[in-house]
């Protein structure tokens, strides 16, 4: 479950869920941009569309670079110890971004996407369910517990072996 092989596969289907979901996010505003300055009528589900998927973006995209481990990070620390420390470091990081992603984005995520749920809320609209679109919160929060517990054993097992 936990494997390198498992984890590029996951990197490369969100990779290609990423770059589908920004094409069709180019796509969406370029049309907002014609229909309202080419044929002035400009279309009325555009915005709230793109704003949705730039939701979706932003929460599978900060999954997919913490998965990489290209997150934004202050180092002064971490480049002035030994290596054995780099590695407790590390995982004492790890352990600081999995709590994150369970107690915000997966408990809080679900409690927003039950409490849209049970409200009915929809979108203005497109009359989508916005326990649809706020989903992809816990779904990302998953995502990153689980490139956490992949980085976590690779440190423990691999970095401890050499």
Request: with cysteine.
């Amino acid at each position: 479950m936990f494997s390198p092989l498992t984890k590029l596969k996951l990197d490369k289907w969100i990779a290609h869920l990423l770059v589908i979901l920004m094409a069709l996010m180019v796509l969406n505003v370029t049309w907002q941009v014609v229909s309202r300055y080419v044929f002035q009528s400009p279309s009325s589900f555009t915005d709230e569309l793109s704003r949705y998927m730039l939701i979706w973006v932003g929460m599978l995209g900060s999954a997919y670079v913490a998965g990489k481990n290209e997150h934004l990070a202050i180092d002064i620390l971490l480049t002035r110890i030994s290596e054995k420390a780099q590695d407790k470091l590390m995982i004492l990081i790890n352990c600081c971004v999995l709590i994150f992603g369970l107690v915000v984005m997966v408990i809080g995520g679900s409690n927003l996407v039950y409490l849209t749920y049970v409200l009915e809320q929809k979108s203005a609209v497109l009359q989508i369910p916005l326990a649809y679109i706020y989903g992809i919160i816990p779904f990302s929060g998953l995502l990153v517990i689980y490139y956490q517990l992949v980085g976590i054993k690779f440190l423990l097992t691999v970095k401890a072996t050499v």
